[in-house]
């Protein structure tokens, strides 16, 4: 019946970080990357839209 027994604290295996660590991570990670992505082609898109020369002839 020793067999049985649930197994202690001390006996679980302890993880590097928890799971909601690691979830922050991945997304700060996809914040990170998307707004690398998007910022330099906004940035690109804004500056034609003001110097186009449709828009200056008036």
């Keep these: ?3 049985l027994v649930t197994p202690t ?3 679980l295996p302890k ?3 928890d799971v909601w ?4 991570i991945i ?3 996809i914040v ?3 707004s690398l992505l998007l910022f ?4 690109v898109i ?3 839209v003001r110097t186009h020369p449709i828009r200056n002839a008036t």
Excluded: Q
């Design 32 to 34: 990170v990357m998307t």
């Design 21 to 24: 660590v690691i979830v922050l």
């Design 1 to 3: 019946m020793s067999d």
């Design 9 to 11: 604290a001390l006996e």
């Design 27 to 29: 997304l700060a990670t």
């Design 46 to 48: 804004i500056y034609r």
């Design 40 to 43: 330099p082609a906004a940035a």
């Design 15 to 17: 993880h590097i970080l």
